[in-house]
Nanobody, 117 residues
Framework: QVQLVESGGGLVQAGGSLRLSCAAS????????MGWYRQAPGLQRELVAT??????NYADFVKGRFTISRDNAKNTVYVQMNSLKPEDTAVYYC????????????WGQGTQVTVSS
């Protein structure tokens, strides 16, 4: 019932910045949680940041560099990524937990972020 579409990925040099966006569409009563996960080659998918009405949660390796935000009217979540490092290179996936006769998890298709040294 919910589609998540990411945008904003690309190639940047170390120390640069990117802003990722994820827009949700479909049938749902509300979206409780939105966030970002990432998966680098050879590694498992890991949490980057999430946001709910109760606050935000960040992985330790992005604290102070990344900022997650949300526009509820647009059903869109963003992550501003500053001071990017080569180890940030990964496919970044949008995540949402939406309520529609129960809560369900949804994932975007992913957007590639590559940080060159």
């Amino acid at each position: 019932q919910v589609q998540l579409v990411e945008s904003g990925g690309g190639l940047v040099q170390a120390g640069g910045s990117l802003r990722l966006s994820c827009a949700a569409s479909g049938r749902f009563f509300s979206i409780n949680t939105m966030g970002w996960y990432r998966q680098a080659p050879g590694l498992q998918r890991e949490l980057v940041a999430t946001i709910t009405s109760g606050g935000t949660n960040y992985a330790d390796f992005v604290k102070g560099r990344f900022t997650i935000s949300r526009d509820n009217a647009k059903n869109t979540v963003y992550v501003q990524m500053n001071s990017l490092k080569p180890e940030d290179t990964a496919v970044y996936y949008c995540y949402a937990r939406a309520s529609y006769y129960g809560g369900h998890d949804y994932w975007g298709q992913g957007t590639q972020v590559t940080v060159s040294s």
